[in-house]
């Protein structure tokens, strides 16, 4: 019954391929989030999705581009993948809209290699 | 702007010391969340607590407590009589009600409790 789930954990890939992250919640939640952990463990906000609907892009190359089919779902795909990449991505969920302040709750992280 | 500052980057404690993590916010909003996430080894993200800005009551869950402190900007968090398992980075995160539910994160605190 596991809340936020991401695939792959791990994605070993080379430079310049393109290559889609995955993430569902089944918290009923109405907001999901990208956020990136650097090599330094500093996390920060990518982007967010209230109901399929893009309320955060935290100035974030345009090879990063989120999509949400449906507000249980949040993908990341990634084009034209640079050595910087290199991180680990999370994906979390909340409950309620935009100005509703509420407890996030994180994937387990997928760690992208970029070699 | 929004910040989050833990200026202990490292600490180094014997089991069943006391150990205190220190948060210090910025924040220009009234109405904000503060939390905790611990970072075990394995890499996931663990929710640990929440605070809204209008609640200082100290918490206390088992050997963890919580001081929260507006007059000086501070959320500190406090192990009591640690153990190995509390071994992990631990974040401390600021949520606003105008920042579209972002949490920003401080540097995180690796915290090594040695047998």
């Known amino acids: 019954d596991t809340a936020v789930s991401q695939t792959p954990k791990y994605l070993v890939t080379q430079m310049g391929n393109d290559k889609s992250i995955k993430c569902e919640q089944n918290l009923g939640h109405d907001t999901m989030y990208w956020y990136k952990q650097d090599s330094k463990k500093f996390l920060k906000i990518m982007f967010s999705y209230n109901n399929k609907e893009l309320i955060i892009n935290e100035t974030v190359p345009n090879r990063f581009s989120p999509k949400s089919p449906d507000k249980a779902h949040l993908n990341l795909h990634i084009n034209s993948l640079e050595l910087g990449d290199s991180a680990v991505y999370f994906c979390?969920?909340?409950?309620?809209?935009?100005?509703?302040?509420?407890?996030?709750?994180f994937g387990p992280g997928t760690r992208l290699t970029v070699l | 702007a929004q910040k989050v500052t833990q200026a202990q980057t490292e600490i180094s404690v014997v089991e069943k010391e006391d150990v205190t993590l220190d948060c210090v916010y910025e924040t220009r909003d009234t109405t904000y969340y503060l939390f905790w996430y611990k970072q075990p080894p394995s890499g996931e993200l663990v929710f640990l607590i929440r605070?809204?800005?209008?609640?200082?009551q100290n918490e206390i869950s088992g050997r963890y407590s919580w001081n929260f402190q507006k007059s000086t900007s501070s959320f500190n968090f406090t192990i009591t009589a640690s153990q190995v398992v509390d071994s992990a980075v631990y974040f401390c995160?600021?949520?606003?009600?105008?920042?579209?539910?972002?949490?920003?994160f401080g540097q995180g605190t690796r915290l090594t409790i040695n047998p």
């Open positions: 979390a969920s909340s409950q309620g809209g935009t100005g509703v302040l509420d407890t996030q709750y």
């Open positions: 605070r809204n800005s209008f609640d200082e």
């Open positions: 995160a600021l949520s606003e009600e105008e920042g579209a539910q972002k949490l920003v």
